[in-house]
């Protein structure tokens, strides 16, 4: 049953498809995001249905799209070098054949996030791909969240979104991150969206969407979304009209909220300020440092996947006994081919320091970009009103990312490249309309001094 509904609902993405070929490209979103060729059992996994997303999307947009004005950003040139570097690394990999592997999906995430800004020529495009992510990603956070209050709080590894396989989307920390960096994208769709206009249904469903994307690092336990959480109500708070009552709301909803937090969730995250006594966070030290060193010998990369020649060892600290009477046991431990837990070293080992240069430059620009828009249009007219809350959201976003990213490999998450999409297609959609607008030279005001008596 599962089987004939995901193909049904793909049927008729495509066949709408074949009227507005944009639609081609939300198709791959969904696709990209939701993977349903993990979740069914026999229909879909023998299609390439990525393949024919992609093929469909590109020959959509060549034959029928309207080219005019179309030019390539600076981030989309970045993101081009940086998957040609990352095809030069692939080639002298330490770990060719397991390199060959990632670099078989890595390169369709940067291609497509290279193409994706030519097709969004309208606010129309910008609002439907983000819905379509926000919708994708959805789909597995609200899951999440009815499992985490139906089991009392899931725990670390063990909250089933769908899907037994652990990766993508479906990664507790990667998931966590992702429906915390989304918070700001689902409230502007509460105050702007148009496929939907902001009814009270829609923003009821928006609302609580927010709340099940809250309740994610609570049911998966994990400390990177509960930094994350942190981080997003901080970026809110420039936006707060009445900044004393909103930190007054925060403050009372996360004193209600500590009681009902499950045990499994507050003892993983008492692990925060104790890290030796927790052996993942041990692990992750060690091989940061194990990485750092790496790269200083080998300044440009050792290719994907070369984690899998590190050996480290690290001690952990647990505290035996009462308050009165406790004793620190000390145990070293030996171990080897961990991954990085960080984007900011999958970066450094993997691609090297100019690897690295260049994927923090794609963010840093955008989050930069991001922030020129927004006071660009801040006291912008009616019509445009909607431009400063959305590149703050999309900002926001994306500083989640790197939040999030610093203990998750997630260097090459397809989620947030089609975020940057999003950026680089919002940018160049307002260089075209502030290009086709007619020039109004600013006069200065003279002051009229009246005539004397």
Same mark, same amino acid.
Request: charged share 15%.
């Given at each position: 049953?599962?089987?004939?509904?995901?193909?049904?609902?793909?049927?008729?993405?495509?066949?709408?498809?074949?009227?507005?070929?944009? %639609?081609?490209?939300?198709?791959?979103?969904? @696709?990209?995001?939701?993977?349903?060729?993990?979740?069914?059992?026999?229909?879909?996994?023998?299609?390439? %249905?990525?393949?024919?997303? =992609?093929?469909?999307?590109?020959?959509?947009?060549?034959?029928?799209?309207?080219?005019?004005?179309?030019?390539?950003?600076?981030?989309?040139?970045? %993101?081009?070098?940086?998957?040609?570097?990352?095809?030069?690394?692939?080639?002298? &990999?330490?770990?060719?054949?397991?390199?060959?592997?990632?670099?078989?999906?890595?390169?369709?995430?940067?291609?497509?996030?290279?193409?994706?800004?030519?097709?969004?020529?309208?606010?129309?495009?910008?609002?439907?791909?983000?819905?379509?992510?926000?919708?994708?990603?959805? #789909?597995?956070?609200?899951?999440?969240?009815?499992?985490?209050?139906?089991?009392?709080?899931?725990?670390?590894? !063990?909250?089933?979104?769908?899907?037994?396989?652990?990766?993508?989307?479906?990664?507790? !920390?990667?998931?966590?991150? =992702?429906?915390?960096?989304?918070?700001?994208?689902?409230?502007?769709?509460?105050?702007?969206?148009?496929?939907?206009?902001?009814?009270?249904?829609?923003?009821?469903?928006?609302?609580?969407?927010?709340? #099940?994307?809250?309740? @994610?690092?609570?049911?998966?336990?994990?400390?990177?979304?509960?930094?994350?959480?942190?981080?997003?109500?901080?970026?809110?708070?420039?936006?707060?009209?009445?900044?004393?009552?909103?930190?007054?709301?925060?403050?009372?909803?996360?004193?209600?909220?500590?009681?009902?937090?499950?045990? !499994?969730?507050?003892?993983?995250?008492?692990?925060?300020?104790?890290?030796?006594?927790?052996?993942?966070?041990?692990?992750?030290?060690?091989?940061?440092?194990?990485? /750092?060193?790496?790269?200083?010998?080998?300044?440009?990369?050792?290719?994907?996947?070369?984690?899998?020649?590190?050996?480290?060892?690290?001690?952990?600290?647990? =505290?035996?006994?009462?308050?009165?009477?406790?004793?620190?046991?000390?145990?070293?431990?030996?171990?080897?081919?961990?991954?990085?837990?960080? &984007?900011?070293?999958?970066?450094?080992?993997?691609?090297?320091?100019?690897?690295?240069?260049?994927?923090?430059?794609?963010?840093?620009?955008?989050?930069?970009?991001?922030?020129?828009?927004?006071?660009?249009?801040?006291? &912008?007219?009616?019509?445009?009103? /909607?431009?400063?809350?959305?590149?703050?959201?999309?900002?926001?976003?994306? %500083?989640?990312?790197?939040?999030?990213?610093?203990?998750?490999?997630? &260097?090459?998450?397809?989620?947030?490249?089609?975020?940057?999409?999003?950026?680089?297609?919002?940018?160049?959609?307002? !260089?075209?309309?502030?290009?086709?607008?007619?020039?109004?030279?600013?006069?200065?005001?003279?002051?009229?001094?009246?005539?004397?008596?």
């Amino acid at each position: 049953m599962r089987d004939l509904v995901f193909v049904a609902f793909l049927a008729a993405f495509f066949a709408a498809g074949f009227r507005r070929p944009f %639609i081609f490209v939300l198709a791959y979103v969904y @696709i990209d995001v939701v993977a349903p060729q993990r979740l069914t059992y026999f229909l879909l996994n023998s299609i390439p %249905i990525s393949l024919i997303a =992609v093929v469909l999307s590109v020959g959509g947009w060549l034959v029928a799209d309207d080219k005019t004005g179309t030019r390539v950003a600076p981030r989309q040139g970045l %993101i081009v070098v940086l998957m040609v570097y990352c095809y030069c690394t692939t080639l002298t &990999a330490d770990f060719p054949v397991e390199a060959l592997d990632k670099w078989g999906w890595v390169w369709k995430c940067l291609a497509f996030a290279a193409f994706l800004p030519f097709t969004l020529r309208t606010k129309l495009r910008i609002e439907a791909l983000l819905l379509v992510m926000v919708a994708s990603a959805a #789909s597995i956070i609200i899951v999440g969240g009815i499992k985490t209050i139906a089991s009392g709080g899931g725990g670390y590894g !063990s909250l089933n979104l769908m899907v037994s396989n652990n990766s993508g989307l479906y990664e507790g !920390s990667t998931i966590s991150t =992702v429906a915390v960096a989304i918070i700001p994208l689902i409230l502007w769709f509460t105050r702007h969206g148009t496929i939907f206009p902001p009814d009270w249904k829609v923003k009821g469903f928006c609302y609580a969407l927010v709340f #099940s994307c809250l309740l @994610i690092p609570v049911g998966t336990s994990t400390r990177t979304g509960l930094l994350c959480i942190g981080l997003v109500a901080v970026l809110m708070l420039r936006d707060a009209k009445r900044k004393v009552l909103y930190l007054c709301l925060l403050a009372t909803a996360g004193m209600i909220a500590v009681p009902f937090l499950p045990s !499994s969730f507050t003892n993983r995250m008492s692990t925060i300020k104790t890290y030796k006594g927790d052996e993942s966070a041990s692990t992750r030290l060690a091989v940061w440092g194990w990485t /750092w060193d790496y790269a200083k010998e080998h300044p440009m990369g050792g290719g994907f996947e070369m984690y899998r020649q590190n050996k480290i060892r690290y001690d952990t600290e647990r =505290v035996e006994g009462t308050a009165a009477n406790s004793t620190v046991d000390r145990h070293l431990t030996v171990d080897q081919a961990r991954a990085f837990h960080s &984007a900011y070293f999958e970066m450094l080992g993997e691609q090297g320091f100019p690897g690295l240069v260049l994927w923090l430059s794609i963010s840093l620009i955008g989050i930069f970009r991001m922030e020129v828009l927004r006071h660009r249009y801040r006291k &912008a007219a009616a019509d445009m009103a /909607w431009v400063t809350p959305l590149a703050g959201a999309l900002q926001s976003a994306h %500083i989640v990312y790197l939040l999030g990213a610093a203990f998750i490999g997630i &260097a090459f998450q397809p989620f947030v490249y089609m975020l940057i999409g999003a950026q680089i297609g919002l940018d160049t959609y307002l !260089s075209r309309k502030r290009a086709g607008a007619p020039w109004q030279p600013r006069r200065a005001v003279r002051t009229v001094e009246p005539a004397s008596a």
